[in-house]
């Protein structure tokens, strides 16, 4: 008796297709600003995102020039790549910087360091309203 209920559980589970993880294309229609770009190059407008607490405030400053890491700063991991230079054009709202980028290169997600300070580099801007 336990074999049969075994067989009529086990039966369809060895039939049943496999299952796959379904993936779609993102949409042709979707809006420019959500867009990334790939690499920032010497020259391109970028967005720092920070904190906005005192610390931040009272570190960067515009006219700031930060470094561009890969990874983290270099006493935190030993995979850590300077990749660039961005300097700090203008206060945007509480937690953001515009810059540009005058020596390497950067993408979203790296991180633009002053002193024990960092912001998170990126080329979405969100400002509240």
Aim: glycine share 6%; hydrophobic share 40%.
């Amino acid at each position: 008796m336990k074999m049969i209920l075994f067989l009529a559980i086990a039966i369809p589970l060895l039939l049943a297709p496999p299952l796959h993880a379904v993936s779609y294309p993102p949409s042709a229609k979707e809006p420019t600003y959500l867009k990334d770009e790939d690499v920032m190059k010497v020259g391109a407008k970028v967005y720092l995102f920070h904190s906005g607490t005192e610390d931040v405030r009272n570190i960067i400053k515009v006219h700031d020039v930060l470094t561009v890491y890969r990874e983290f700063p270099p006493d935190i991991s030993g995979i850590t790549r300077e990749s660039g230079k961005v300097r700090v054009v203008s206060t945007l709202g509480d937690y953001y910087f515009a810059g540009e980028m005058i020596e390497g290169y950067a993408e979203p997600g790296y991180l633009a360091m002053k002193g024990t300070v960092a912001c998170l580099i990126t080329t979405r801007l969100r400002l509240k309203h």
